[in-house]
C-alpha cells in the first residue's frame, strides 16, 4: 500500500544552516505529497504542498520539489532559526493521508 | 474560522474511570479524524468519520473505546474503563475529504495514573 519514509531524527543545527529532511514515497497512482509541522504543545499544521510532478511546495523559507522520477520530497530551508525547532511529518495523500514517522528538529543559537 | 476546537485541553484521571475527549471540527468539513500520538507509537489514526458516519474504525484499539459525532459540529472519543497504558496526546483532525489536507486541533493530553 501507499506509504511514506522520512529520515529518522532527531537533527540538531545551528542557526542559519541548510536543512535537508529527506522523504521517500510509495505510491500506486498520483498521490498529493504534503509537509506538516508540529510545534511543542500544538498539532500538526500544514507546512506545504505538491499535488503533481515537478511541483515545488513553499512557504516560510522552506520549499519541496515533487520528483516523481526518484519517488521524493525532500524538505529544504537555506538558513534555519531557532523557531524552527518542531518535528516534521512527511505526508501523502492518494485515497486516504498517510503520514511518515515524523523527524524532530532541534536549531540551536 | 476559529480551527478545530478540542477540550479539555488536559485531563488526569485515575485507572477504571471513564474519559470523555470533546471536538469541534471546522464548519463545512465532511471528514472527521481521531488521532493518539504517543513517544513509542508516533501518530496512529484511531477513526475516520464522513458527513458524521464512522467509515474506518480499524484503529480503534479495543472494545474500551468508543467514538460518536451525533452531527456536523461535534465528535466524541470516550475510553471507559481508562487504563495508564491509555496516557497520550489525542488529536482530533477534520478536513474537506478523506485525500484533503487536514487541520489539526490542540490536541488533549491524557494522562492516567
Known sequence: ???????????????????TINCTYTATGY??????????????QLLLKATKADDKGSNKGFEATYRKETTSF?????????????????????HDMRFGAGTRLTVKP | DAGVIQS????????????????????GHNSLFWYRQTMM??????????????????GM????????????SFSTLKIQPSEPRDSAVYFCASSHGRSYEQYFGPGTRLTVT
Open chain 2, 41 to 58: 507509537r508516533g501518530l496512529e489514526l484511531l477513526i475516520y468519520f464522513n458527513n458524521n458516519v464512522p467509515i474506518d474504525d480499524s
Open chain 2, 8 to 27: 479539555p485541553r488536559h485531563e488526569v484521571t485515575e485507572m477504571g474511570q471513564e474519559v470523555t475527549l470533546r471536538c469541534k471540527p471546522i464548519s
Open chain 1, 31 to 44: 498521490p498529493s505529497l504534503f509537509w506538516y509541522v508540529q510545534y511543542p504543545g500544538e498539532g500538526l
Open chain 1, 74 to 94: 525532500h524538505l529544504e530551508k537555506g538558513s534555519v532559526q531557532v523557531s524552527d525547532s518542531a518535528v516534521y511529518f512527511c505526508a501523502l495523500s492518494e
Open chain 1, 1 to 19: 500500500g501507499d506509504s511514506v519514509t522520512q529520515m529518522e531524527g532527531p537533527v540538531t543545527l545551528s542557526e542559519e544552516a541548510f536543512l
Open chain 2, 61 to 72: 484499539p479495543e472494545d474500551r473505546f468508543s467514538a460518536k459525532m451525533p452531527n456536523a
